[in-house]
């Protein structure tokens, strides 16, 4: 970390009172010193990353951070707030605020320095150092771990790391179960745990709850091992270390990979941030169930998906994520293999599905020939949809096990053209198959082969047999059926259906509901040649999507003063996000302000959606935005569409928000007043404008 951090990235002094104005303040030193060659750029890729998950964490600590190529090498910077910025934390705003910056290839650098950051902020006295710090060489010094941090705890007890993160836990642990000094295995032979880590981004949380178990188990007296499951990949245990193991903690809110590999031991299966909070009583809790007895079979527990991560989920919530975990996995096939096929047709022409195989004809030459790769190519991409949905919907239910039957089911539904639906089908039916064969009791002897040989043979078997003999057949008729009914819309029913999609796709940007309206929409156009009425639908979702971001930064542009100035920002780069069909950019807005925001969105998105289909507008890619325009069937009408939708939003946006009234007694001069800069005359400063 000695190159990443100096004392020019350092504030001890700031004055931002919004994490995007400690953002843009930080932001600027990089810039400064060459490390950010855009600074809008690179802040709106930082708003990106904040949008999926707040990055503050308890104990007063925001860590910004994203990859991105305005990046030239990987930076952090410092800063350190009086009042305190709120950066999403359940405990409160944070005074210890860390940007982090990598290049958009720099995985590994960008996740080093964040999960050694990570693991620093575990401990009180490098945390207290940091806001006692009197200068910014020498906070800077601390972050790199050239010098070490004072103990302002003199009656604290010294001689072991130095790792106090979890003292108080530690104390605790000493009432709990099987955490006192008498180790029922005798004094020569501590109490072994094995450990492992993952949260969804892998990398703040995953590290920080090793470091806080690892930190308790020396407290403890306890011989603790933690396999870190990051983004960037782990290092499995040693099998021996598995082995000789009392005991296994679980802290995790994704599956953990290959988990069999510690059955049979006294297992704790819980979420990441109790290791964070409380690790000395996880310790406690696993000492006592080795106590007792307590161990686990080959496939101990339930997947993250399937225990929810709340208690008393609903299993409409679980059917959600399933489903969600297979349309993830299958957009990226749907993108790659739409655009082209689509681009083959650009090249090629609309003949160009008829040409032979570019193995035993291909001219370098004649454009008709690479119009035929990229077109085979793209057919070849979305061949895998449905085994990819189906696959990944078994496997957020069952996790790897379910794999196999999966793809194997998502295959059979292809064969027996039972098309997307098929696909859902035969991935909650193999989830299903092999939940129910994890639940039988297994010979110890056997629990070995069960993963690799057992479960494969039996569920992909139960699972083929279903598919080919009971259900497809009636799946495979609702199929065709329902895409008679597309190709037979016409007039009111096509517009209608294009305002429901618009709706759809607006309502949520980007989360389940405007998914289950992209993956319609990309079902439709996932075969060679799909039908007129499936390209119009492409088309309609592919515009209403459009609307929110653009329809935010146009309003943005006009009237600003309705807006503050993180959101003015914002604006500048919803423009881009709305051209390249990224509905995403509007989160902020809408998270800001949804009674407005929302509704008028999903007005927009319907107008937009409605005049595509009457327009008759096509789309053979399934995404692109305003970039792939010339592959768009009508498509001047098509833009008229897109625009009468931002320009609906933009207006309703603007007046909901100039309908807000000052408190009584401030003068009559506009919601915000004259000075957009300064809120109303005796109002608070406006948080959505």
Known sequence: MSDMITADLVDLDLSADTKEAAARALAERMVALGRVTDLEGFLADVAAREAQMPTGLDGGIGIPHCRSEHVTEPTLAFGRSTAGIDFGAADGPA???????????????????????????MNAEFTAALRSAGDAAGAAALIRGEEPAPADDPTEETGDT????????????????????????????????????????????????????????REAGVDLVVETQGSAGFTRLDPAVIAAADGVIF??????????????????????????????????????????????????????????????????????????????????????????????????????????????????????????????????????LVPVLAGYIAYGMADRPGLVPGFVGGSIALTINAGFLGGLAAGLISGAVVLAIQRVPIPKALRGIMPVVVIPLISAAVVGF?????????????????????????????????????????????????????????????????????????????????????????????????????????????WVLGASFISEGAIPFAAADPLRVIPSSMVGGAVTGALSMA????????????????????????????????????????????LRKPVPGAAAQGPEGTDPSAPAEGAKRPVAA
């Open 615 to 658: 327009f008759g507008a096509t789309l053979r890619a399934p995404h692109g935005g305003i970039f792939v325009v010339p592959l768009i069937g009508n498509p001047l009408l098509y833009l008229v569409a897109i625009a009468a939708g931002v320009c609906v939003t933009t207006a309703l946006v603007i007046v909901l928000k100039g």
């Open 162 to 217: 130095g790792d106090t993160g979890a003292v108080s836990a530690a104390a605790s642990a000493e009432a709990a179960p099987g955490s006192t000094g008498e180790d029922p295995d005798g004094p020569e032979r501590p109490f072994r745990i094995v450990a492992v880590t993952s949260c969804p981004t892998g990398i703040a949380h995953t590290y920080m709850a090793a470091e806080s178990l690892e930190n308790a188990g």
């Open 466 to 574: 279903l598919m080919f003999v009971v259900i497809g057949k009636p799946i495979a008729s609702a199929q065709e059926g329902m895409t008679d009914w597309l190709n037979g819309l016409s007039g009111a029913n096509a517009i209608l259906l294009g305002a429901l999609l618009g709706l759809m796709m607006c309502f949520d940007l980007g989360g389940p509901v405007n998914k289950v309206a992209y993956t319609f929409a990309t079902a439709g156009i996932a075969v060679a040649s799909p039908s007129d009425s499936a390209m119009k639908i492409m088309a309609a979702v592919m515009a209403a999507g459009m609307v929110p971001p653009l329809a935010m930064a146009l309003a943005t542009t006009v009237r600003g003063r309705l807006f503050n100035a993180a959101e003015r920002e914002n604006g500048k780069a919803a």
């Open 251 to 384: 802290a995790h809110d994704v599956p953990v990979r290959d988990k069999d590999r510690f059955a049979g031991k006294a297992t704790v299966d819980t979420g990441v941030k109790a290791a964070i909070n409380r690790p000395a009583e996880l310790i406690g809790e696993v000492r006592g169930k080795a106590a007792r007895g307590e161990v686990t079979s080959a496939s101990p527990g339930a997947t993250p998906v399937e225990r929810g991560g709340e208690s008393g989920e609903g299993y409409g919530t679980k059917l959600r994520k399933w489903l969600m975990s297979g349309v993830s996995y299958m957009v990226p096939f749907v993108a790659a293999g739409g655009l082209l096929i689509a681009l083959g047709f650009a090249i090629g022409g609309y003949e160009i599905n008829k040409a032979p195989s570019v193995m035993d004809h291909f001219v370098w030459t004649q454009a008709d020939s690479w119009g035929a790769l990229l077109f085979q190519i793209g057919g070849v991409a979305f061949a895998f």
């Open 95 to 121: 005074d210890l605020i860390f940007l982090i910056a990598a290049p958009a290839g720099a995985d590994d650098a960008h996740l080093t320095i964040l999960s050694s950051l990570a693991r620093q902020l």
